[in-house]
């Protein structure tokens, strides 16, 4: 059995290429590929996706116990992340996110991540 195991934890921007931009920017669907140090990965294979809407920081303690509840399992304003696991066309295996966090006043859009790149393993449980 194989497992995925991370070789390389990048947490670095990157930009996104849609052929099809998302019809809600702040809830994304899987890019077709992404530009990191100049170089452009089109995106073969989207292996897997999730989100996670905790807040951290200083978001972490601002909101009504029923209303983080609510806020942890759709998000909120500035708040949560999209994940996709994703293969490219050389074959790497790359986790990206889209954090919905504004980075300004003057900046209100999230940013693209690129996580860290996963290799394939042999798994020697069982």
């Known amino acids: 059995m194989t497992e995925l195991v991370p070789i390389h934890f990048y947490d670095e921007t990157i930009e996104v290429r849609f052929d099809e931009p998302p019809v809600r920017e702040k809830a994304p669907h899987c890019p077709n590929a ?3 140090n100049d170089t452009t990965y089109p995106i073969t294979a989207a292996l897997s996706e999730w989100s996670d809407f ?8 601002n909101m009504r116990p029923a209303h983080a509840a609510t806020a942890a399992t759709r998000g909120s304003l500035n708040v949560g992340r ?3 696991r994703v293969q490219v066309a050389n074959g790497q295996i790359f986790d ?4 919905r966090a504004m980075k300004s006043v003057d900046d209100r859009k999230g940013q693209w991540v690129l996580y860290r790149e996963l290799e394939q393993h042999e798994s020697t449980a069982g």
């Open 96 to 99: 990206i996110y889209y954090d």
């Open 82 to 84: 999209y994940y996709f």
């Open 54 to 61: 905790t807040r951290r920081g200083r978001m972490a303690n």
């Open 34 to 36: 992404f530009v990191w």
